[in-house]
């Protein structure tokens, strides 16, 4: 295994990389690697399953959403008798 050195870190970058490696959990050299494999496309990222349902719709309306709908389909709940018999 290679050991390296990084020079020409600025102040900026260094308290970037050590808020998102304390954010994340892990020690600054961890964090390191991990973005300098992913920016070279050593480490891809892992593939979402796709779903084709609603659920990522589920508790996003609001209040007026709610209404608007309610008054848009609200003719759909009447019972054509005549064409009950």
Partial sequence: MTTMTLRGIDDDLAETLKEQARQ???????LALQLI???AGLDKPKRL??????DS??????????AEFHAVTSS?????KD???
């Fill in 49 to 54: 399953t796709l779903y084709n349902d609603l």
């Fill in 57 to 66: 719709l589920a508790g996003t309306w609001s209040a007026e959403n709610e």
């Fill in 76 to 80: 759909l709940s009447s019972i054509d």
């Fill in 37 to 39: 494999r992913k920016a």
């Fill in 24 to 30: 994340k959990g892990v020690s600054l050299n961890t």
């Fill in 83 to 85: 064409l009950w018999q």
